[in-house]
């Protein structure tokens, strides 16, 4: 893989003491990768995501690094080179899409992007002027998605991307994240095998809130993730 973008040492995560979610896990992102994660329910992914997004502050790790320089997830000089856009979300419900992109462009120092084409795949054209809680989930998370796009993170991190979408839209999906490595790096996390085979250049499978295994670019396919998921839920 290319040089390393953010690197991530014995990182533990936690919601109570009684309940450690992630445990001496060690993660590399390397510039311009597609990386996916994958795991059954109660994995990690989601709370890793959150880690990374700055909305969960109990977790320690021994060496954090993002372009080769230490770097704390929740400072503003990280925060504007990532976006997220979450399985479910309920914020800015009384935003437009065009206000809270408008919003968003300007939280991060951006000039406002022409969306047309975005609007146009996602199949969004309706509700440009819908506020964000008058949509169906699948439809905030249009609004969400080509926020992102849009946007143009050097990091993007996406929770379940295809929950809630349409077979047109999830297919310019596909296309989106495929070709999103001219601009800079994606990380999302699934349980569609289809959406980690058709765009990662690695696959992550995750246990116990560890990485188990690391699926490198050929040799990632349904059939050899799917065993490994198989192996983790006898085990």
């Not at 690197?7 to 003491?17: H, I, K, P, R």
């Not at 790790?61 to 990280?78: A, T, W």
């Not at 989930?137 to 809630?164: C, M, Q, S, Y």
């Amino acid at each position: 893989m290319g040089e390393a973008l953010l690197t991530v040492e014995n990182l533990s995560a936690w919601y109570s003491d009684e309940k450690m979610v992630l445990s001496d896990f060690s993660f590399e992102l390397a510039e311009q990768e597609v990386a996916g994660l994958i795991g059954l329910n109660g994995a990690g992914k989601t709370t890793f995501l959150k880690v990374l997004s700055g909305l969960l502050p109990t977790f320690r790790s021994d060496n954090i690094r993002f372009c080769g320089s230490p770097v704390e997830f929740r400072k503003q000089d990280f925060k504007l080179c990532r976006y997220t856009v979450f399985a479910e979300d309920n914020s800015f419900s009384y935003f437009t899409f065009r206000e809270y992109l408008a919003y968003v462009c300007s939280a991060y120092g951006r000039a406002a992007s022409d969306v047309t084409e975005l609007i146009r795949g996602f199949h969004f054209e309706e509700y440009t002027d819908t506020l964000l809680k008058e949509l169906s989930t699948g439809n905030r998370k249009k609004a969400f998605l080509i926020t992102a796009f849009a946007l143009k993170p050097r990091l993007l991190l996406l929770d379940e991307p295809v929950n809630g979408l349409d077979f047109q839209s999830t297919e310019y999906l596909y296309r989106q994240i495929s070709g999103y490595k001219e601009h800079g790096t994606v990380l999302f996390s699934s349980h569609i095998l289809e959406s980690i085979t058709l765009t990662s250049d690695r696959v992550f499978v995750l246990e116990n809130g560890k990485i188990r295994q690391t699926f490198e670019r050929g040799q990632i396919n349904a059939a050899d993730i799917r065993e490994a998921l198989h192996d983790e839920n006898d085990g």
